[in-house]
């Protein structure tokens, strides 16, 4: 019985693991409002080291429809620039000499609805692995030795229903993101 509630736990952690991952992709899909997360990923030369953006300079978003980006140091303001351009998220960086400003702009009906399709497929990938972790959960089950069968079948309900309300979590923030990009 031991061994099938050390099973259990770990299906548990993976699958709320799993959910945190979704929750953080979701975050990097901008729903029209600056938010200093949208540069979460991006990457600087930082004497010569790849560093996250956010290790190098402050962000923040003053305004609805703008972020502000302040180095550490002053020389770094191109290499963040590059940063942004090369990341490919479809920000424009502009500097003032001291600090990088990002305006948003406003999204238009066609982005928003891809936008909406990126992160359906992010929760997708969730969902998948949620169910991936279910069944590896199930084989590892059915091989424990010295346990009921009825035991077996419960442990299996159980992950069945751990993974139904993970499902059901990632569903809640699927429509909540969705709620968020369409909203203009």
Not at 14 to 33: C, D, F, S, W, Y
Not at 76 to 103: C, H, R, S, W, Y
Request: glycine residues 4%.
């Amino acid at each position: 019985m031991e061994e099938i509630e050390l099973y259990l736990d770990e299906a548990r952690d993976q699958m709320n693991k799993a959910l945190n991952h979704v929750g953080h992709e979701l975050t990097k899909i901008r729903a029209g409002k600056a938010n200093p997360s949208m540069l979460d990923g991006i990457q600087v030369s930082y004497y010569g080291v790849m560093s996250p953006l956010n290790q190098v300079a402050s962000i923040t978003a003053p305004e609805a429809r703008s972020l502000f980006i302040k180095p550490w140091e002053k020389g770094l303001i191109p290499e963040i620039e590059k940063a942004i351009m090369v990341a490919n998220i479809g920000l424009t960086p502009q500097n003032d000499g001291q600090q990088i400003i990002i305006n948003i702009p406003m999204l238009t009906e066609e982005r928003r609805k891809q936008l909406v399709k990126q992160a359906s497929q992010e929760c997708e990938h969730g969902k998948v692995s949620v169910r991936s972790i279910r069944k590896e959960t199930n084989e590892h089950l059915k091989k424990i030795k010295g346990v009921s069968e009825d035991d077996v079948k419960n442990a299996e309900e159980t992950v069945q229903k751990l993974t139904d309300d993970y499902i059901l979590k990632i569903d809640v923030l699927m429509k909540k993101k969705e709620a968020e990009i369409m909203t203009v």
